[in-house]
Structure formats: structure tokens, C-alpha cells
């Protein structure tokens, strides 16, 4: 018996469907029909990308106090058929927010 006969497919994530941009949250409905909200805020602190998080320790950088409570989203853009990135009102914008990711952070409603 190989290798490939031990490993096992990774679970695929479901994809969003829709978005909804509410006040001070994202709304996402998903394929499985599971619909989702994140804070703005949440969304920020949650934020993936190499200047939010350590890239070798994975130790966050950015701490909650360095981002305003009332951090709204000025756009989404899509990356791909996996993703979306976000422009904050406090200038950030390189995080890339996996499938994966905005489905860890939402709260199931």
C-alpha cells in the first residue's frame, strides 16, 4: 500500500452564494444554505495577511486595541473563485479572506 492510498481528500468548503453588507456587518450566505454574520471589526481582527500575522510563529501583530471599534468596509473585491479582500476605513486592505477563513470568523444565524 502507497502513500496515496493513505491520504484522504481534504473537506471541500462550502462557497458563499451571497453577500450582504449590513451596518457594521457582513452577511453571508453560503451554498449548504448555512447563513452567516461577521462584524466588520471581527473581520479586521481576523485579518490573514503577512502584516496582521507573524508568517513563521503565525503570533497575530496587530493587537485589538490598534483598530477602531467602529472600522467599517469601504469595499469587497472577489480573488479568484476562493476568496474576497477587504478595504478597511483605517487604510488596510491586503488581507485575503480564504472560503475557509470568513467561514471560521462568521457566527452561524
Same mark, same amino acid.
Given at each position: ?7 484522504k ?7 458563499? =452564494? ?14 449548504d444554505?448555512?447563513? =452567516?454574520?461577521?462584524?466588520? &471589526?471581527?473581520? &479586521? ?6 502584516a ?7 503570533? &497575530? =501583530?496587530?493587537?485589538?486595541?490598534q ?19 477587504? =478595504? ?22
Amino acid at each position: 500500500m502507497g502513500l496515496w492510498d493513505h491520504m484522504k481528500p481534504a473537506a471541500r468548503i462550502p462557497a458563499p =452564494t451571497a453577500f450582504e453588507r449590513l451596518a457594521g456587518k457582513l452577511r453571508i450566505q453560503w451554498e449548504d444554505l448555512i447563513q =452567516t454574520e461577521v462584524s466588520f &471589526r471581527e473581520l &479586521r481582527l481576523g485579518c490573514p495577511c503577512a502584516a496582521c500575522v507573524e508568517e513563521w510563529s503565525g503570533r &497575530r =501583530t496587530v493587537s485589538a486595541e490598534q483598530i477602531p471599534e467602529d472600522v467599517g468596509v469601504t469595499a469587497f473585491e472577489p480573488v479568484g473563485n476562493y476568496a474576497v479582500t477587504a =478595504t478597511f476605513t483605517d487604510g488596510h486592505s491586503t488581507g485575503i479572506y480564504s472560503w475557509k477563513t470568513l467561514r471560521s470568523l462568521g457566527r452561524v444565524i
